[in-house]
T-cell receptor, first 114, second 111 residues
Framework: DVKVTQSSRYLVKRTGEKVFLECVQDMDHENMFWYRQDPGLGLRLIYFSYDVKMKEKGDIPEGYSVSREKKERFSLILESASTNQTSMYLC?????????????FGSGTRLTVV | GQNIDQPTEMTATEGAIVQINCTYQTSGFNGLFWYQQHAGEAPTFLSYNVLDGLEEKGRFSSFLSRSKGYSYLLLKELQMKDSASYLCAVSPNQAGTALIFGKGTTLSVSS
């Protein structure tokens, strides 16, 4: 089974902190994605990556950056955390092209910024 | 623009049948996915349709009409464990562009 592992299930950070969310997949997938999920707003794409060292902005990249130094790892960085970044963050991966199973998601990180 | 619409909430009783609709308007189309997401958990894959028609998988079936930009997920013999959010997502093209997700339909199954 494909596994996508997110380093933390719950995180509490202070406003202004730099926050790193880590995601690792073990099936040699080319594509990796970061979404945030909020009630009533659904999944919104923050950033995605098609290859090592490549990144593309999604719909809501402001306040975030990403890093993909190795194929299996895709990190989401909150440069200076703010309370409006309190959310559930979901990482996903897929082969390229996406294929008939779409994404495999990690279990999510619920981030609270206080 | 890209848009996917699905009802926000639905309720049903155990043993019943429920149909969750999804309409989409996207710049391209290379398949439609349905995911199930229980509260506090990650979405999990349910089905994929790329050609018109019905795909059946046990108690779950998914239908696609590309000309109408329409899909539905049909859940039969509902069980309490089917209480979850159901996400409709479209792949806009073959190049692997990120999936576009609807906001999800929360289904509550009561006894």
């Amino acid at each position: 089974d494909v596994k996508v592992t997110q380093s933390s299930r719950y995180l509490v950070k202070r406003t202004g902190e730099k926050v790193f969310l880590e995601c690792v997949q073990d099936m040699d997938h080319e594509n990796m994605f970061w979404y945030r999920q909020d009630p009533g707003l659904g999944l919104r794409l923050i950033y995605f990556s098609y290859d090592v060292k490549m990144k593309e902005k999604g719909d809501i990249p402001e306040g975030y950056s990403v890093s993909r130094e190795k194929k299996e790892r895709f990190s989401l960085i909150l440069e200076s955390a703010s309370t409006n970044q309190t959310s559930m963050y979901l990482c996903a991966s897929s082969p390229a092209p996406t294929g008939t199973y779409g994404y495999t998601f990690g279990s999510g990180t619920r981030l609270t910024v206080v | 623009g890209q848009n996917i619409d699905q009802p926000t909430e639905m309720t049903a009783t155990e043993g019943a049948i429920v149909q969750i609709n999804c309409t989409y308007q996207t710049s391209g189309f290379n398949g439609l996915f349905w995911y199930q997401q229980h509260a506090g958990e990650a979405p999990t894959f349910l089905s994929y349709n790329v050609l018109d028609g019905l795909e059946e998988k046990g108690r779950f079936s998914s239908f696609l009409s590309r000309s109408k930009g329409y899909s539905y997920l049909l859940l039969k013999e509902l069980q309490m464990k089917d209480s979850a959010s159901y996400l409709c997502a479209v792949s806009p093209n073959q190049a692997g562009t990120a999936l576009i997700f609807g906001k999800g339909t929360t289904l509550s199954v009561s006894s």
